[in-house]
């Protein structure tokens, strides 16, 4: 019964459950008035079949939007960067929707010309979350657009540059790969087929000697293409690292393939044999097709962000008469005067001259309470405006401002990662083993027969190249890579699993990483407060907009203040006369106390000039991240740029022993990465605003935990969706056994080296043995690792159990 | 003997074909995204929304 209710109140369009009363439109209940506005347009143009397709496919409406936020897009320079083409009557834009996720979503998007007459047509492009809308800009502007598209729920997310052109360029780069994939697997499959009477020994049976030669010389020419165009990379790589004066593991696999090359030519053209161009063939095949399995991109993801997508792409001016014109936010000059919306950040430093202004810093910082500025403040860029518009007077432009310094300081780009990997070690010892054999083979036949020392020498180094060890590393780092992603964390590549399995300390960032980023708890200290205290105090502070005094409120349970009498100090406090009685609430000093007092979030009050107590507001950490901290095996730090108000906090709830470091500016935190890496610990570290930015890119692993993939994160080597930290210490298990899966596997092709090897030792190699052993090898390793993951998968994933869930 | 020589010429001239097709499609952008086409064959243009549920 009680479920039934449940589910009749579920939200029609976007499927959450509605709290409180649910808005009715058309017999259909909708959570939130957003959702039931979306459902009447989809009604009015008929494009209801959307709700059809998937059950509540529609995306939460949240907040009320703000009718100026594409204002801008009026502005032909900026909204030329949108137009990706454009002819008489006909204008084609490119917007980024990172809402978009199902079928329904390219139906609705894919049916646009239904809502709007002014536009012809629009194509989703599903991997980058982009939508080309083709309209008539006579008939549709530019900013209509964004403005249409946001009020069926597919907000345009637009910023100043989010890597678009590395995109297009991996983009690129993943075509090509593709080609030569297909090419050398092409070739591959056709050498294989004509090398069959070189199997079965035809050449003896056909009498003229013809065909075989035929056969022989087409397959040499099929060979060309693989060789010199889909193998080439591996030429080159090793030529590279011939000039860095270190091996890589593609060094070996280019002289194997010289050296199966050159054999087959010889073999051809003397006409003595068929050559191994099959084998040569089909391992760049496997090679190259591991190695894009292995770089799989996330396409909407970005781990290099240029700190300018963090800014808006255009600000609001204001002229002598106070008109707002939108300009992009490069062309801003010293002594313009600018308009900062509720929840806009701040793109240059400048002076606040109007309006109340709090300015949350967390992601510059890592400072949790907003700040309270007066009148005449100087502003710095990157902060976030957080209660109503202010006007700002600029006084440095963009390209000068402070954030911009920050994020161009040479610590901070200067990153020394481990880049060779493990699979490069065992590569170079194999190597010399492998060269070793084959010359102390060319020692034993030299003295009985030349032909024989040549022969033999040569197929070692074809049978034993370490093209096994690449394809068992990467298609296993391929398979576990997609495992992570599954899970809720991204890799940039794959030498950062590697990473993650050698490390040895775990570094945390506090704010927003181990605790929420906006939850708090408030706490009363002090003298107790008597009923009537507590309404008015609950009263002024739901009179405020200061994020402290709305804590407050809530923890009082007071929604509305209905106080005449009252006062607002900007930056201080807020006093209130109510009762014949002289209440203040705010900073120790406007209370009458002296500024060593303070210790940060928290809110004194007085009744009538004598100080009371004070409300302590505290970050509140996120679920289960202390089974974490005590799961984790290795010695932990949290580094914060908060005060060290809530070390009693922490400590309570981490009950282990953990380093804490509290004040820590982002050149602190970098510097006590750089002593941990210097006292030869391989470090993680976990962080999520800009101020660990430097700390993430020294450390040997760094992680940015987001909310969401969309949310702006400092460059990283992997990006950790935040309701997955809890599981750290999983990640870090598999990724360890993910290391013991290569070495495992490694040990089984190198058997079949072994048994390579005996022939080739023996100067028995026939095509046909090497036709067989490669394949069979190939097999063996690939589904080894396919299952070797499943299993990792299994046994080192489990979701917490939530001790909440089980009592209900 | 030589009619297998014809024959081989024809496969690969045929199986080239078909290589030549992947790369201008791969090099067009066809295969940038898998998802949207295989989804669009099974929205019904003229479908009449039913009762919804």
């Not at chain 2, 290589?19 to 009449?48: R, V, Y």
Request: net charge neutral; charged share 15%; aromatic share 12%.
């Amino acid at each position: 019964m009680l479920n039934k209710t449940l589910e009749s109140t579920k939200c029609f369009h976007c499927g959450d459950a509605c709290v409180g009363e649910p808005v009715v439109f058309d017999d259909k209940s909708f959570c939130c008035k957003g959702c039931s506005s979306v459902y009447q347009i989809l009604n009015k143009s008929n494009l209801c079949e959307y709700y059809n397709l998937h059950d509540a496919s529609g995306v939460k409406m949240s907040e009320a939007r703000d009718p100026q936020k594409f204002a801008f897009l009026d502005n032909p320079q900026i909204a030329a960067n949108y137009i990706v083409f454009s002819k008489p009557a006909q204008i084609a834009v490119q917007f980024y929707l990172p809402q978009i996720h199902c079928s329904s979503c390219i139906w609705l998007l894919e049916n646009l010309q239904k809502v709007h007459e002014g536009i012809y047509f629009s194509t989703v492009h599903f991997p980058t979350k982009e939508l080309t809308v083709y309209l008539d800009p006579e008939k549709i502007s530019i900013r209509a657009t964004a403005e249409l598209l946001g009020s069926v729920g597919y907000e345009p997310y637009i910023t100043l540059n989010d890597g678009q052109e590395a995109k297009r360029e991996q983009k690129i780069v993943a075509r090509t790969a593709m080609i030569k994939i297909g090419i050398a697997g092409f070739c591959f499959a056709n050498i294989m087929m004509l090398s069959f009477p070189e199997y079965l020994g035809l050449e003896t049976i056909t009498r003229d000697g013809l065909n075989a030669n035929v056969f022989r010389y087409v397959n040499l020419l099929l060979a060309l293409p693989v060789l010199l165009y889909s193998g080439a990379e591996f030429f080159i790589n090793s030529v590279f690292s011939f000039k860095q004066r270190r091996l890589n593991i593609d060094a070996p696999i280019a002289l194997a393939l010289a050296v199966t090359f050159g054999r087959s030519v010889y073999e051809i053209v003397s006409g003595t044999g068929g050559g191994y161009l099959d084998s040569m063939s089909g391992i760049i095949f496997f090679m190259l097709l591991g190695r894009s399995f292995q770089t799989k991109t996330f396409a909407d993801l970005s781990f290099n962000r240029d700190f300018t997508s963090y800014f808006p792409v255009a600000v609001c001016l204001l002229d002598k008469e106070g008109n707002e014109t939108f300009v992009p936010v490069q062309e801003v000059k010293a002594d313009d005067t600018i308009r900062i919306r509720n929840n806009e950040v701040i793109p240059v430093d400048g002076m606040h001259i109007k309006g109340k202004a709090e300015i949350d810093y967390s992601f510059v910082t890592g400072e949790n309470e907003p700040v309270s500025l007066a009148i005449g403040d100087l502003i710095y860029a990157g902060g976030k405006q957080m209660t109503g518009a202010i006007d700002v007077l600029v006084v440095k432009p963009f390209s000068q401002n402070s954030f911009t310094k920050l994020w161009n300081n040479d610590a901070f780009k200067k990153s020394d990662k481990n880049d060779y990997s493990f699979t490069t070690v065992i590569s170079n010892y194999f190597s010399v083993v492998v060269l070793t054999v084959a010359f102390s083979s060319f020692i034993y036949w030299y003295g009985t027969n030349l032909d024989y020392a040549w022969q033999s020498m040569t197929a070692v180094l074809i049978v034993a190249c370490p093209c096994a060890l690449l394809i068992t590393a990467t298609f296993t780092e391929g398979f576990v890579l997609n495992i992570f992603s599954k899970h809720g964390l991204f890799l940039k590549n794959a030498l950062v699993l590697q990473n993650i399995a050698k490390i040895n300390q775990v570094v945390f960032d506090k704010t927003g990483t181990l605790t929420y980023p906006h939850a708090s708890t408030v706490y009363y200290e002090g003298k107790p407060l008597s009923a009537i205290d507590k309404e008015v105090i609950g009263a002024m502070a739901a009179q405020s907009m200061h994020p402290l005094s709305k804590a407050i409120a809530k923890e009082l349970n007071i929604v509305q203040g209905q106080i005449a009498h009252i006062k607002e100090v900007a930056g201080a406090g807020i006093e209130a006369w109510e009762n014949e009685t002289h209440y203040k609430l705010g900073s120790a000093v406007f209370v009458g106390k002296t500024l060593e007092d303070a210790q940060g979030s928290e809110v004194w009050v007085s009744v009538d000039g004598s100080v009371f107590g004070k409300f302590v507001i505290q970050n509140v950490l996120r679920a289960h991240v202390e089974r974490l901290i005590q799961e984790l095996p290795y010695p932990i730090t949290v580094l914060s740029g908060d005060n060290n108000r809530s070390e009693a906090y922490l400590k309570q709830y981490l009950q282990r022993p953990v380093q804490y470091l509290f004040n820590q500016t982002p050149k602190e935190k970098l510097q006590y990465i750089d002593h941990l890496r210097n006292a030869g610990k391989e470090v993680m570290m976990v962080g999520d605003g800009l101020n660990d930015a430097g700390a993430l890119s020294k450390s040997n692993v760094g992680i940015a935990v987001v909310d969401n993939t969309i949310q702006f994160s400092p460059a990283s080597d992997a990006i950790m969706l935040s309701e997955k930290l809890p599981l750290l210490d999983q990640y870090i298990r598999a990724a360890k056994w993910s290391k013991n899966l290569i070495k495992t596997t490694f040990v089984i092709s190198t058997l079949y080296n072994v048994v390579g090897l005996y022939f080739s030792v023996t100067a028995q190699m026939s095509p046909l043995v090497a036709a067989i052993l490669m394949p069979s090898s190939t097999f063996t390793i690939v589904m080894t690792t396919m299952l070797g993951s499943a299993l990792i998968e299994k046994f080192c994933f489990q979701p917490i159990l939530n001790p909440k869930n089980i009592q209900a | 003997m030589s009619i297998i020589i014809m024959l081989l010429i024809i496969s690969l001239l045929v199986a080239t074909g078909f290589l030549i097709a992947f790369i201008w499609g791969s090099k067009t952008g066809q295969f940038d995204d898998s998802f949207t086409p295989a989804n669009k064959i099974f929205f019904d243009q003229t479908h009449q929304p039913t009762e919804n549920k």
